[in-house]
């Protein structure tokens, strides 16, 4: 592993059921994020965490949990999925949420389409 | 609100040079970043500005005014790989980054 990975890469899913896209990252930063990006709107902030064991609602949290058991691991849960979750998936980290300079890493997205 | 504005889209040719605007309005400000997105790609870092002024990187430049809430990306030699969408970033006062929609940039040979 290098870097952030994210799985699945892409999924078709039923509405009304759960989801876990999962992010792990190997470069031992405290902070991650969940954004979504949809088309004609800038990524948005869905949660994040500053370091191991905490979490932050970001702008769109609704619908949404994650949590943060490790530095490695920050998964995202989709409760009971709606058509309006139809998004692509970022996880990003940094080494310092307060302090960061500006360079997120990036997982390769997770497509994800409710049906 | 919080807003970041840039433009949707610009057209530039090969070996030209282009420019690509945003401006913002946030509640506080702790810099100002330019990331590069390919189609279907995750965005990559290109810079990351705090104080006035011009930095350059290679090709790239980017420009910042905190009075007028402005800045711009410049991109020199333009090449068939620059073409992508280009995202701008705010950061907060509360250091969260406010995103742009970005401006896909096409480019011609």
């Known amino acids: 592993i290098a870097g952030i990975t994210q799985a699945p890469t892409s999924q078709i899913l039923a509405a009304g059921r759960r989801m876990t896209l999962r992010c792990t990252q190997d470069?031992?930063?405290?902070?991650m994020y969940w954004y979504r990006q949809d088309l004609g709107l800038g990524l948005r902030l869905i949660h994040y965490?500053?370091?191991?064991?905490?979490?932050g609602k970001g702008e769109v949290p609704d619908g949404y949990s994650v949590s943060r058991a490790n530095t490695d691991d920050f998964p995202l849960t989709l409760a009971s999925a709606v058509p309006s979750q139809t998004s692509v998936y970022f996880c990003?980290?940094?080494?310092?949420?307060?302090?960061?300079?500006?360079?997120?890493?990036f997982g390769e997205g997770s497509r994800l389409t409710v049906l | 609100g919080q807003n970041i504005d840039q433009p949707t889209e610009m057209t530039a040719t090969e070996g030209a040079i282009v420019q690509i605007n945003c401006t913002y309005q946030?509640?506080?400000?702790?810099?100002l970043f330019w990331y590069q997105q390919h189609a279907g790609e995750a965005p990559t870092f290109l810079s990351y500005?705090?104080l006035d002024g011009l930095e350059e990187k290679g090709r790239f430049s980017s420009f910042l005014s905190r009075s007028k809430g402005y800045s711009y990306l410049l991109l020199k030699e333009l090449q068939m790989k620059d073409s992508a969408s280009y995202l701008c970033?705010?950061?907060?006062?509360?250091?969260?980054?406010?995103w742009g929609a970005g401006t896909k940039l096409i480019i011609k040979p």
């Open positions: 990003a980290s940094s080494g310092d949420r307060v302090t960061n300079t500006g360079e997120l890493f």
């Open positions: 470069m031992r930063h405290n902070a």
């Open positions: 965490s500053n370091t191991a064991g905490t979490t």
């Open positions: 946030t509640s506080g400000f702790n810099g």
């Open positions: 500005n705090v």
């Open positions: 970033a705010v950061s907060d006062s509360n250091y969260q980054l406010i």
